[in-house]
């Protein structure tokens, strides 16, 4: 059964009065807004009947995935000359249509897009491209090019929805530090590791000393303080024993017969289906996978890489199917920045520009969106975008989750039907 | 209020311009009266510099600096080198050689307290800072502006203050500003433009030091840098006129660091209830003052990885905006791996680590559990406590014994908001 995160308080930690797992953030937002939080959401736009239950899973490819070599242009002679030892020989290309087909590391991915689960957004890209990780990185995590923006864009999206209460696992960022997208001043989007971790003291090495830690914890933090960052931190820390409680939980209620690959990525994804049977309403997960880079010798990292990417991804829609809750996933693939077309004499590819983005799941509207950049008509050698990433963050914010972008992204900008 | 009496000042004022007190130090320095602590914090070069005991090249930059800031007679210049380090940023995972990022923090350790335009001179023939903004690919013709903008956006205008054209002037000013593979500073004189300038609405064949210059006697630098320097050692949001007051600070001294952190340290701002337990501690603060205050004898190797998950790794800052400080320090991970770090640090108590004294000599006599309590609330949060968490951890000794019963004091004390505040 299912756990709700609001069911489990109330039962599990009933000591706990509803207004005190308020955390002062929500407050905080409504009056930086000079709104209530109802006034907040209804600003935005109401979400669709179903959305409180919709998830997004961002799937960052970190260091620069070659999209040529990810979605191969086979029809087009011009990739051919372009890469003379990286190009991948078009009966090996898993053919989408007569232009363009997935990396043969992609099989899984492929059956997913013949069976209309997976959208491929081409030429995404932005105004003056920037080609080092780090700025890049900055420009599609903050989604704002022209300047340098400390929020990220995800995190402006849970600032303003004010979906419920429970904000702190709206969103949940994987790996030691939390993603630059989730990046505000009043969203607290935790870093989780792996769940074992993310609870208070050793319970191997000390169970019951934890145990009574924790509860003379939450005796000397019941009531409320004068010092605002006290009481800040207070409701933080009252939040975080509440989170872990629940995590164990979920932990507990978790068991799959789907085998996920042990990299990473894989457990990363396991542990966010984890938290999506638990059904705790986390709306927002960010997943990475590393090592995309490939100035030197590209083929056998890039088709490594791929290979991990196709069969995680795989085991955590079957995941999902076990389930049912396929129809609620939306997963996103994004990279810093695409390729140059033309390889380099290391036989690798260096940093370029416009790359192509999966979605995946259940309601997503298969099929390849937006125009594949010419190679012959470059930008110093680099593809020309098609397609603006912050279309693709419009259209997932207003298809997906359901909410009027313009605020989140500053700005509109043309949807694409990504959603069936 | 909290501040009411001379060593709980001085207590607030060596966790703001060090890293948190051990007791004899307290005593020491609450001696001096917080004027006379004031004195010897800003004129570190009185007190001994203390050698280092690790080497950077056997236990890595993250733990030789840790073990600088635990064992430092001068905590400010330390607290200080902190501060360029998050101001004028530069991170590993670009610039690549740690002997650079090292040489970076000795010039910012050397000149913690200087002169604001003789850093921006010193920082733009940093090998690190060349390599982190690109400035060795800045060249006449086919300028790199990525050093250009951030000198004005980051370190010294703000943004908003400076227009598009002024960025491509001020990187023409910085062509030619290079350096060799190793990192020494070069300037390459055949990829220098040595035309006319026009920069701030000044014309002249302005170089990168006399932008340098230019920038730092910018009556708009001196609120941007009196506004960040409080900000880091008082409180968030510092009305207009204390910016306005430490700003003629920074004038009249020309950009002397010294004096303006001296202002903000006299200030009655500093010592008032608002700037009390009003900032959240940054994750080197919170390791660096538990070891300081237990007395710790070394930094555990395992403080590398726990400053990682806490969100702040030395010597690779997120960007180069440095870090958000203050709030953006906390989520649920971050705090549970807060309390989980400390916890550890709590249990070396005894041990090897912490000098190897026993427990129980940190109790200094007290035998019941309230007595007990207070000592553990004094050594850690000024004596200063709820009603609530009084009984709670009351309560808690009552059941737990023997040195565990210690430990879990200390763990559950530094859990606590207050010692989670600076």
């Known amino acids: 059964m299912p756990l709700h995160r609001r069911d ?6 009933g000591l706990v009065a509803a207004s005190m797992v308020v955390p002062a953030f929500i407050a905080e937002t409504a009056r930086v807004l000079d709104l209530g939080p109802a006034v907040a959401a209804a600003q935005i736009g109401a979400p669709p009947a179903d959305a409180s239950r919709r998830v997004l899973v961002v799937l960052l490819l970190a260091g620069g995935n070659d999209g040529i070599n990810t979605v191969i242009p086979y029809g087009d002679p011009l990739y051919y000359q372009a890469r003379p030892t990286l190009a991948v020989p078009r009966e090996q290309v898993l053919h989408l249509n007569d232009m363009v087909g997935l990396s043969p590391a992609l099989p899984k991915l492929k059956a997913r897009f013949d069976a209309g689960q997976v959208a491929v957004v081409q030429g995404v890209g932005y105004p003056n491209p920037n080609r080092s990780h780090f700025r890049a990185m900055d420009i599609w995590q903050t989604a704002v090019p022209e300047r340098l923006e400390q929020t990220g864009w995800l995190g402006r999206y849970l600032q303003a929805c004010a979906c419920g ?208 950049p010419s190679l012959s008509d470059l930008d110093r050698g680099d593809l020309k975008y098609t397609t603006d990433f912050r279309s693709v963050y419009s259209s997932v914010l207003q298809g997906w989750m359901g909410v009027s972008p313009e605020q989140i992204l500053g700005g509109a900008y043309p949807t694409l039907p990504l959603v069936a | 209020m909290a501040l009411d009496n001379e060593r709980a000042r001085v207590a607030h004022l060596l966790r703001r311009a060090g890293f948190g007190p051990s007791e004899q130090e ?63 940023t530069s991170a590993l995972r670009k610039v690549k050689d740690p002997n650079l990022l090292q040489a970076q923090n000795e010039l910012f350790r050397a000149n913690a307290l200087g002169n604001y335009g003789e850093i921006l001179r010193a920082i733009s023939r940093d090998g690190a800072m060349i390599r982190w903004l690109d400035l060795q690919t800045n060249r006449k013709g086919a300028p790199n502006e990525n050093y250009a903008r951030e000198l004005m956006e980051l370190f010294t205008l703000g943004v908003g203050n400076y227009t598009e054209d002024d960025v491509d002037e001020v990187a023409r000013a910085f062509t030619g500003w ?135 790794e030395l010597f690779n800052p997120p960007n180069v905006a440095g870090w958000f400080g203050n709030r953006s320090w906390i989520n649920a991970a971050t705090l549970l791996g807060r309390f989980n770090v400390l916890g550890a640090v709590a249990q070396q108590l005894g041990g090897p680590v912490m000098g190897g004294q026993p427990v129980t000599a940190l109790l200094d006599g007290s035998t019941t559990s309230a007595a007990r309590v207070q000592r553990v609330l004094d050594l850690l949060v000024d004596g200063e406590a709820s009603q609530e968490e009084r009984d709670a951890l009351v309560a808690y000794a009552d059941q737990a014994k023997g040195p565990q019963q210690l430990r879990g004091l200390f763990r559950l004390t530094m859990a606590l908001p207050a010692y989670q505040l600076n």
């Open chain 1, 8 to 13: 489990f308080l109330k039962r599990g930690v």
């Open chain 1, 165 to 372: 209460t429970d904000k702190q696992l709206e969103g949940i960022s994987m790996g030691a530090t939390v993603q630059r997208s989730f990046w505000t001043e009043l969203t607290l989007v935790p870093a989780i590791s792996n769940l074992a971790a993310f609870r208070y003291g050793n319970p191997r090495a000390n169970p019951d000393a934890s145990q009574y830690e924790v509860e003379a914890l939450r005796r000397a933090l019941s009531q409320a303080r004068g010092r605002p960052e006290e009481e800040f931190l207070r409701q933080a820390t009252r939040t975080a024993l509440d989170d872990a409680d629940v995590m164990e939980q979920v932990a507990q209620g978790y068991q799959t017969s789907v085998e996920y690959p042990m990299s990473p990525l894989g457990q990363s994804l396991k542990t966010i289906a984890q938290v999506i049977a638990g059904d705790v309403g986390t709306r927002v997960f960010f997943a990475t996978l590393g090592g995309f880079d490939t100035h030197a010798n590209q083929p056998f990292q890039q088709q490594r890489l791929l290979t991990e990417l196709d069969g995680s991804i795989e085991a955590f829609m079957q995941d999902m199917e076990r389930l049912n809750r396929q129809n609620d996933v939306m997963l996103m693939t994004f990279s810093e920045f695409g390729r140059r077309v033309h390889q380099n004499a290391s036989n690798g590819t260096d940093h370029g520009t416009a790359e192509p983005l999966f979605m995946v799941g259940g309601k997503v509207q298969g099929g390849l969106h937006g125009a594949y």
């Open chain 2, 26 to 88: 307290l005593n020491e320095y609450t001696q001096l009266g917080f004027d006379g602590a004031v004195s010897r914090l800003v004129n570190y070069e009185t007190q001994p510099l203390v050698p280092d005991r690790v080497a950077p090249e056997e236990v890595g930059l993250q733990v030789w600096w840790l073990d600088k800031m635990v064992h430092t007679a001068r905590p400010l210049q330390e607290k200080m080198t902190l501060f360029w380090h998050g101001h004028l």
């Open chain 2, 178 to 312: 290079s350096a060799t593979p190793d990192g020494q500073f070069v300037f390459r004189r055949m990829q220098h433009d040595f035309d006319q300038k026009t920069i701030l609405g000044q014309t002249g064949p302005f170089d990168g030091d006399d932008v340098s210059d230019m920038l730092a006697a910018s009556p708009t630098t001196a609120r941007y840098m009196a506004r960040k320097l409080f900000r880091y050692f008082a409180y968030p949001d510092p009305e207009p006129e204390v910016v306005g007051r430490l700003a003629d600070v920074y004038l009249a001294s020309s950009g002397s660091i010294k004096s303006v952190v001296e202002a903000i340290l006299r200030s009655p701002e500093f010592s008032s209830d608002r700037a009390y337990r009003a900032l959240i501690k940054s994750p080197t603060e919170l390791i660096v003052g538990a070891l300081r205050t237990l007395g710790a004898d070394a930094v555990p190797p395992q403080a590398v990885q726990a400053m990682r998950l806490l969100g702040q």
